[in-house]
């Protein structure tokens, strides 16, 4: 069975960076108050779908921030879930936390609420993807909701949230309370920090290389993470490689606070690899309890 799986993996990876230049399609697409929901198209003979939820910068908007996406994600038989967030001062600690704690019990409301809405089977974990002040959110829901994230892809976020309740600094053991660290996050969910869930969620992270202005990131989280948006990278991925998670960092060299096509396909093929190992994994599963449910102890 393990050789089996393994042969079935590589071929559908191999599909995967294979059909990466496809044509462009159109297909049904749904603008909300705020998210723009898209449906490929045979969406009901495509399930269970998978969610990919895509989250915008400052002075962006989920409709404009999919648009590059939504070839692939027709291609892949995915949802997308593109939310339009008005961030206040993403420098000042006190505004991202009150944005994120009432933007992300919001956005999990949106996907809790999305097989009603759209009548179709969905998978229960959804994959992120985000960029700059939407890199902060998608990390930071994967942070609030471990149980419904598949995996995460994030650039260029100015500051994060590490998945710890206290770390050293300056030879003094602190408190990381949100939004440096974890350790009051049942404030704002209701639960504690569910780390065994966490851990089980990889990460692909990337910045690019000339994005290296300590001046456009928040001085708040310099105790914690560095000063510019490379450095608080390397911190964030050194972190969750210390917790035991699966995680890479890429520093594209030459590029500015953006997201190229290159940056924004190596993602997509990411997120495309976990869900195909959830998939698999899963049938693995349904495989071993059909196979034990007809055993007689």
Request: negative net charge; proline residues 6%; glycine residues 6%.
């Amino acid at each position: 069975m393990q050789l089996k799986r393994l042969f079935t993996l590589c071929a559908a990876l191999i599909l995967v960076g294979t059909l990466a230049a496809t044509s462009p399609v159109s297909a049904t697409t749904t603008p909300n108050d705020d998210y723009f929901l898209y449906i490929p198209s045979n969406a009901a003979a495509r399930g269970p779908l998978q969610v990919l939820v895509t989250v915008h910068g400052m002075g962006g908007d989920g409709a404009g921030f999919c648009q590059n996406l939504i070839n692939r994600a027709e291609r892949d038989g995915w949802i997308i879930v593109s939310p339009t967030f008005q961030y206040q001062d993403y420098k000042n600690p006190d505004s991202v936390v009150w944005d994120d704690t009432h933007m992300l019990p919001h956005l999990k409301q949106i996907l809790d609420d999305l097989p009603a809405k759209t009548g179709l089977p969905i998978k229960d974990k959804v994959a992120l993807y985000g960029f700059s002040r939407g890199a902060q959110m998608v990390h930071r829901f994967a942070e609030f909701y471990p149980e419904k994230t598949l995996a995460v892809a994030l650039f260029s976020a100015g500051s994060y949230t590490l998945p710890m309740t206290t770390m050293d600094v300056n030879n003094t053991q602190t408190t990381l309370n949100f939004p440096y660290g974890v350790a009051d996050i049942q404030k704002y969910t209701s639960t504690p920090f569910n780390a065994a869930a966490f851990h089980q969620i990889p990460f692909f992270l990337g910045v690019g290389g000339a994005d290296s202005n300590a001046a456009d990131a928040p001085r708040a989280w310099d105790p914690y993470l560095g000063t510019t948006r490379i450095a608080r990278a390397q911190s964030f991925e050194t972190a969750l490689t210390n917790l035991g998670l699966t995680s890479s960092l890429t520093v594209f060299p030459n590029v500015p606070h953006d997201v190229t096509t290159d940056m924004r396909g190596q993602a997509m093929i990411f997120l495309e690899q976990q869900a195909m190992l959830a998939t698999l994994a899963q049938a693995d599963q349904s495989a071993a309890t059909a196979f034990l449910s007809g055993i007689a102890f």
